[in-house]
């Protein structure tokens, strides 16, 4: 069992930056590929970053060279610093965990889920 939690999400202008975090507990943090999603109003959720225990990562087209996953298995925390951020950006974020070996873009692949972090980007 692993329980998240996300935090830094916020208010933005364009053009600006936040980095979320998403503490771990629970469970052996290192075995678990790690990813974002987001989800905006009338909209589906969408993956957006995944990062394996070793730092092998992926990230979605539309933020690719913006947004950067990270982790830090002795903090047992994973992050996600966004720059250069839009308007299309504003979402809840939600941090993700899966069991699976090799990275996942696939909501239904991650076992665990956090509560989600509200981003706003203003124009």
């Known amino acids: 069992q692993v329980h998240l939690v996300e935090s830094g999400g916020g208010l933005v202008m364009a053009g600006g930056s936040l980095r979320l975090s998403c503490a771990a507990s629970?469970?052996?943090?290192?075995?678990?590929?790690m990813g974002w999603f987001r989800q905006a109003p009338g909209k589906e959720r969408e993956f957006v970053a995944a990062?394996?225990?070793?730092?092998?990562?992926t990230h979605a087209d539309s933020v690719k060279g913006r947004f950067t996953i990270s982790r830090d298995n002795a903090k047992n925390t994973v992050y996600l610093q966004m720059n250069s951020l839009k308007p299309e950006d504003t979402a809840v974020y939600y941090c993700?965990?899966?069991?699976?070996?090799?990275?996942?873009?696939?909501?239904?692949?991650?076992?665990?889920w956090g509560q989600g972090t509200q981003v706003t980007v203003s124009s």
């Open positions: 993700a965990a899966t069991g699976k070996v090799a990275l996942r873009r696939g909501e239904g692949d991650y076992d665990y």
């Open positions: 629970g469970s052996t943090f290192g075995w678990f590929v």
């Open positions: 990062v394996t225990w070793s730092g092998a990562t």
